[in-house]
């Protein structure tokens, strides 16, 4: 969603005086530290961003939208913090030895909030939904595209059977696409893929209301009493009943939280973040995204970036640390590879290894022949102008990535005479564009759990947002030993060799930052956390508030 | 009398079907096609697109679609959203009730602002400082009334709640960021009609058989005023369409302008021209009032 920005120092301006009076000394306290030991009960509000687009699980594809998920909805498996996977509906799994069979075994004490019974039956009538026309392709060729088959063993036993070895079927089994639904609403639900109350799900909350627009209202689910190991506590749930209210507009959201009308928000702006380090009532968290970090991606197909000194050159004119610290006020972690550093297949020694060389980048661009300059100062070549074009998709602009851009564009302008021309455009202006190969710069992040399934999306030669031109049979050959294996070791010697491949030796992509995710809480509520892994803020089952 | 009315209707329904029509050809014109609103930012394969084109039919040629959404939507089914994947009707069905109790909300305290001001600031310094303020409170965005009047009123003294449609304290402050401008136009206008008005021969008239200022200026003069603002009616509509797309945002309200909001920036082609015809329909019923209203103020127009 745009904002309007102009206003936004006026807007601080005013929540700044509004707020004065009530904000002395400093925080620095964790969330949980002044809510004391966690108690039963109550109702708490929550302020956020993003209203979802669907409550249905399967049709998931908003990062900001997967706290309400896990609120209803539970998977067979989730995910621990050092990257793999704990039992959740299930107790156990097995992997055949070629790769090509995984058998879950099932709880048997676990029901859907309908009374439904979650077995086996349920998880394969929950799998075969994706084989439904048009119920969600991009799961099918995505997610599911190596799945023959799920086979009913008996009912605490499940067996997926895959057509080639791919260890992401884990991932999915732990995504909320693959999180379970009860199969009575999977058949009587008539607005399926929209979701909402009429979709039941085995999670510690129930849904039960939403009203489009302004919120949406979980109550306890009683009967819950299977957390997975990692959760916290078990039983129920602490809270009666949580609301969470879309406020789209961040200072509307800091000023309901500074004035007591909600108890957390989530998406705090840099620019709002002293408004709640300096309330002592207040406290901030911060969570690393999973997932790719946010990068430029250099298209390869054409020139002048398919010419290797020219993408160094373009990675040498940015000093990514002080366009962060312009743009964001040092509340963005700098990434230094197309993965998130929370990833266990980050690779930690590409960091310092370039970027912010102005006399390389313009050793570079004489050798490329890029020599002459003309009348704006911008370097040209047989009388062209040196211009790289990044399209960007407004409704998709999020955390300031304008105003990079812009800063981006500033920058190797000044450093190397290199015009990084900028477009914020709507959706099917930069559809087309990306279509017609009308563009040199393309900008991604990914929220995957697992970075290989980002990876596979944006860099193997048949990926679906592969926007590099780049087709190497090597660099797939290295995707597909990542994705085909069960061994996290030979798993991140492939990932690591891929991110020397695309950031070292092909200097493929301009990585710029990991993605995170704010949580701002009064210092009443407590077990306020992040995912394990995903690093976005999770679900309400562990939150209480103090009396 | 009859003949009036058909010939209003027919014409509504002109308006309606005009507005359908270069509405659905804008969305044609725009840049991308439908299968690329729904796909967005996520995965693009041959195999993705083609269950796409299959689920919603978009294999026909576009004049089949038009003429297969005309016929539909006369019969009342307004089609599925793309995006939210439930019944058009039923997406905004549910949205209407909130935008209209904001619309009529803010109507309704502008207008009166707008007399209250018009009538009591006839004197110098007052009317001065009255019309300043007016013309300030036009130019200045609505989002920068909104979040002003929220961080003194909700946020400083808790006076009414930050969000949602939930009792009339929650559409206090909505509406009257909605109606602050509506009155700072009205009341410049009035205040110019009550001047041309009081300067006629029958305002010398009135004063002379002895009638009192106040009663020269709300007996008489307010009723020749108030011509030039009814003019202004379809403006309002205008007016009041644009500006809760801002206000249900800024302040977490459901309705139209959410919706609409979404729908635009995701290309939810079913979703924007019902709010179209809907917008066109409020436009038609709000002129129609207007010229009813000068029958009612004006009798000279009844009789011809």
């Given amino acids: 969603m745009r904002r309007i920005r102009p206003a936004a120092a006026v807007i601080a301006l005013t929540l700044i005086l509004t707020t004065a009076a009530c904000s002395s000394g400093s925080s620095g306290s964790t969330a949980g530290a002044e809510a004391g030991q966690p108690v039963s009960g109550g109702s708490l509000t929550w302020a956020v961003e993003t209203e979802p687009i669907t409550f249905n699980p399967h049709q998931y594809a908003q990062a900001k939208a997967r706290l309400l998920v896990w609120n209803t909805f539970e998977a067979l498996l989730t995910h621990d913090s050092r990257g793999g996977h704990l039992p959740w509906l299930s107790t156990g799994h097995e992997v055949s030895a070629d790769g090509k069979i995984y058998t879950f075994k099932l709880r048997t004490d676990v029901s859907f909030s309908d009374g439904t019974k979650f077995d086996a039956a349920a998880v394969k009538a929950n799998v075969d939904q994706f084989l439904v026309e048009g119920y969600n392709p991009t799961v099918l060729a995505v997610q599911l595209r190596n799945l023959d088959r799920v086979e009913v063993v008996d009912p605490a036993t499940v067996a997926f059977h895959l057509k080639q070895p791919d260890v992401l079927l884990l991932d999915f089994l732990s995504s909320p696409q693959g999180a379970q639904v009860s199969p009575k609403s999977l058949k009587e639900a008539k607005n399926l893929k929209a979701g909402g109350p009429e ?64 108890q957390v928000i989530e998406g705090v702006p840099a620019t709002d973040e002293a408004l709640i380090t300096a309330n002592r009532q207040l406290s901030l968290q911060r969570g690393l995204n999973s997932g790719s970090a946010y990068s430029y991606y250099l298209n390869t197909a054409h020139a002048p970036f398919d010419d290797l000194r020219v993408r160094q050159a373009f990675r040498e004119a940015v000093d990514v640390e002080a366009v962060l610290t312009g743009v964001y006020r040092g509340s963005a972690t700098r990434a230094w590879s197309v993965i998130g550093p929370t990833s266990p297949f980050y690779d930690s020694t590409l960091e310092k290894t370039y970027s912010g060389d102005t006399a390389k980048a313009n050793r570079l661009l004489d050798e490329a022949g890029w020599t002459a300059r003309d009348a704006e100062g911008f370097r040209t070549k047989d009388g062209k102008r040196l211009t790289v074009r990044l399209v960007q998709s407004a409704p998709f602009v999020r955390d300031r990535r304008d105003v990079l851009a812009q800063a981006v564009q500033a920058a190797v302008k000044q450093s190397a005479g290199i015009d990084l021309n900028v477009a914020l455009v709507d959706q099917g202006t930069a559809t087309k564009a990306l279509a017609d190969g009308e563009y040199e710069v393309f900008d991604n992040s990914r929220a995957d759990t697992d970075a290989g399934a980002a990876l596979n999306l944006l860099l193997h030669s048949g990926g679906a947002i592969n926007r590099t031109g780049l087709k190497d049979p090597a660099l797939d050959k290295l995707l597909e030993e990542g994705q085909a294996s069960g061994d996290q070791a030979k798993r991140l010697a492939a990932y690591q060799q891929v991110q020397k491949l695309v950031i070292t030796d092909q200097a493929l992509i301009l990585p710029l930052y990991a993605p995170a995710d704010q949580v701002a809480s009064a210092t009443t509520v407590g077990g306020l956390s992040f995912e394990p892994t995903a690093g976005v803020p999770g679900s309400a089952y562990n939150v209480w508030l103090s009396k | 009398m009859i003949t009036a009315i058909a010939r209003r209707v027919a014409s509504g329904a002109i308006v309606l079907w005009a507005a359908a029509t270069a509405a659905y050809l804008a969305l044609l014109a725009a840049p991308g096609d439908i299968v690329d609103a729904i796909i967005g930012d996520g995965a693009d394969t041959p195999q993705i697109r083609s269950q796409i ?166 007996r008489h003069a307010l009723r020749h005023a108030l011509m030039p603002a009814v003019t202004l009616l379809g403006w309002l509509s205008g007016v009041l369409i644009g500006g809760v797309v801002i206000i249900e945002q800024v302040f977490g309200r459901p309705g139209l302008g959410q919706v609409t909001l979404q729908a635009v920036g995701n290309g939810d082609m079913p979703v924007v021209l019902a709010v179209v015809v809907f917008a066109a329909a409020a436009f038609v019923l709000i002129n129609t009032a207007a010229d009813l209203a000068y029958l009612l103020i004006d009798p000279r127009l009844r009789r011809s």
């Fill in chain 2, 53 to 218: 084109i299959a689920e919603w039919n978009l294999d026909r040629p576009a004049i089949v679609q038009y003429l297969d959404y005309l016929l539909r939507a006369a019969q009342g089914d307004l089609g599925r959203s793309y995006l939210l994947q439930r019944p058009v009707r039923d997406v905004i069905g549910e949205q209407i009730l909130p935008t209209l109790k904001l619309a009529v909300a803010a109507a309704v305290f502008g207008v009166v602002l707008a007399l209250i001001l018009a009538v009591t600031t006839r004197h110098r310094w007052v009317r001065r400082v009255s019309s300043t303020a007016e013309l300030i409170i036009v130019s200045t965005p609505p989002f920068l009334i909104g979040i002003v009047l929220l961080s003194v009123f909700s946020f400083r003294f808790g006076l009414f709640p930050v969000s949602g449609d939930r009792g009339w304290a929650g559409l206090v402050l909505p509406a009257i960021t909605l109606g602050l401008p509506i009155a700072g136009v009205l009341a410049q206008v009035l205040r110019d009609g009550l001047d041309r008005a009081l300067d006629e021969p029958f305002a010398v008239t009135a004063r002379a058989r002895g009638l009192r200022e106040r009663a020269v200026l709300v």
């Fill in chain 1, 199 to 262: 979709l039941a799900g085995t999670g510690p909350f129930i849904l039960d209301r939403y009203t489009a627009g302004q919120e949406v209202h979980f109550t306890r689910n009683p009967a819950y009493n299977w957390a997975p190991a990692n959760a916290g506590h078990t039983g129920p749930a602490y809270l009666d009943e949580i609301t969470y209210r879309f406020l789209k507009e961040s200072s509307v959201r800091v000023g309901a939280l500074t004035s007591g009308q909600v």
